[in-house]
T-cell receptor
């Protein structure tokens, strides 16, 4: 298993600003993923972060808006840039080891944009 | 585009009743996972099924992967209030880069009444 922490746990931000969310895993993992979730709804994948290469973004998400870093095998960041109220959501990171078919989630970051 | 449809979307039952949640797709997945999520927390992995036709049991929960690896079901026997939560299935798919990602189902919100 893996234990994942996220910072911040929640934030209230003003329109037009940017927020960087940090995701730390307690052990080395192959893949890290970033998701967005509206309360009570399912998860939407934003991008896949592979160490040593650029993140792979899903349709509807672009690097300029959601830049991602993956500097090593235990850490990743997601930045939400030039925020608008439509970016208000819960942002979740997860980590996975291919060999175990398992995926573990952080507690999420609740973002409110005013 | 790979989609996973879950049914039912909402389910409210009395303690002690049985229930089945379905996860269906037209796409084939390498593996399929089931998660339970409670408010304010990240999803928690319940099980991963890998082989077509596979059946796994976790106490009162029974998971089945379809023979064609396109669908899955979760059956709960004698539901308890502690089973209340958002149940999510997630299928593993491959990216053109050779890495992989998870596609989440639409979710089933379960409430078990005491």
């Amino acid at each position: 298993s893996a234990v994942i922490s996220q910072k911040p746990s929640r934030d209230i931000c003003q329109r037009g600003t940017s927020l960087t969310i940090q995701c730390q895993v307690d052990s080395q993992v192959t893949m890290m993923f970033w998701y967005r979730q509206q309360p009570g709804q399912s998860l939407t994948l934003i991008a896949t972060a592979n160490q040593g290469s650029e993140a792979t973004y899903e349709s509807g998400f672009v690097i300029d808006k959601f830049p991602i870093s993956r500097p090593n095998l235990t850490f990743s960041t997601l930045t939400v840039s030039n925020m608008s109220p439509e970016d208000s959501s819960i942002y979740l990171c997860s980590a996975s080891r291919r060999s175990s078919y398992e995926q573990y989630f952080g507690p999420g970051t609740r973002l409110t944009v005013t | 585009t790979q989609l996973l449809e879950q049914s039912p979307q909402f389910l409210s039952i009395q303690e002690g009743e049985n229930l089945t949640v379905y996860c269906n797709s037209s796409s084939v997945f390498s593996s399929l996972q089931w998660y339970r999520q409670e408010p304010g927390e990240g999803p928690v992995l319940l099980v991963t099924v890998v082989t077509g036709g596979e059946v796994k049991k976790l106490k009162r929960l029974t998971f089945q992967f379809g023979d064609a690896r396109k669908d899955s079901s979760l059956h709960i026997t004698a539901a308890q209030p502690g089973d209340t939560g958002l149940y999510l299935c997630a299928g593993e798919g491959y990216l053109t880069s050779g890495t992989y990602k998870y596609i989440f189902g639409t979710g089933t919100r379960l409430k078990v009444l005491a």
